[in-house]
């Protein structure tokens, strides 16, 4: 099967359309962690590489050596009409802050704003789909769009980027699958561990997210530090890294955006605990990350839900580090126990785990991405699944 798959691939080449959104550039700017579009616009480049004929459906203000279809719309926050729209939005949304149920109102409408302004880039494809123009379409934010997928009869993909919570977990989502008549609509996951809420969608395959890893280098020797890296957010278990920290007296290093529902978080649960030994970092691009994944004795990924796949891991074990992490979402596949670090699931676990953090060689960290996490293996995951469906 795999031999003949590989003679379809080298012989066939596919028309293929990929949407990540426009409400920010694809790829984003290199403060913005939005691992979806990422991963999008690395699938394109990848996919063009091997000969498809690639369309990108993004902001017209995206920076891509790919053929761009924009609708004309450049990304959210440069549209002036839409963004005052939001900001009138925004203003009202503080106005009645103290009334509960107009408060929620006034954020769903800014919700529905943003929706809107991503449907219009979806129903140009749908339109170009109609005329028979791809073989093939990816689309990687699929609540908004899965309703048309009726519209046309060419298959259609939707990675699933986030945990598989409401409204996939009740069924909802199914629902909508089972209604569509023409039945060309296949989900893909980024890990097996993410299809345990809702294992009944009509799912294609998983695919591995890959990462570009000649842009993180490995060094094989360490510094005597620990570090968390990851939107701080309670979910992410930032406060027990910091916790495990004091009480060994490790030194941690942090880096990540805190958001603006989050601040009350950062203040009370982190912020307090800030030292010589605990340093907390900002946000940093990609190349400013580089060197701190190299030099870090490990990896924290004190997880308190079910990730789906987690970016951060590869990347650290890219550069030869590895990642210690709570038993939940995609962990244990990401990881490899007790070769690429260790997956564990307590906090006295965890501490028992960075006692044993020297056993881990950084060239089997390495060497496990190189296997499994590559941006080549990811594409040639998609392209497998595409000329499954087309043949």
Known sequence: MLSKIKKMTKNRKLNIAIMGTNIAPTPPGPKTIYAPLWIAHDLAIGLKKRGHSVTLFAASDSKTPLKIVSAGLPCFKNNKEWQRAQERLSAYEKRIMQGEHQYTWAIKWKEVLRENYELLLASKLYQMAQQGKFDIIQFHSPLRVLHSAPLVKTPIFFTLHDPLRHPFDSGAVKAICDSIPYKNVRFVSISNAQRKLSPNLPYAGTCYNGININKFKFKKEKEDYFLFAGRIIPQKGLHIAVEIAREMGLKLKIAGPVGKEQKSYFKNKIEPHLSSKIEYLGTLTPSQMVPL???????????????????????????????????????????????????????????????????????????????????????????????????
């Open 293 to 391: 994944y190299q030099k870090a004795k490990g990896f924290l990924m004190p997880i308190l839900w079910s990730e789906s796949f987690g970016l951060v891991m590869a990347e650290a074990m890219a550069c030869g580090t590895p990642v210690i992490g709570f038993n939940k979402g995609s962990v244990a596949e990401v990881v490899k126990h007790c070769k690429t670090g260790f997956v564990v699931k307590t906090k006295r676990e965890m501490k028992q785990a960075i006692e044993r953090i020297g056993q881990i060689k950084p060239e089997d960290c390495r060497a496990w991405v190189e296997q499994n996490f590559t941006i080549d293996k990811m594409v040639t995951s998609y392209e497998k699944l595409y000329l499954k469906y087309v043949s």
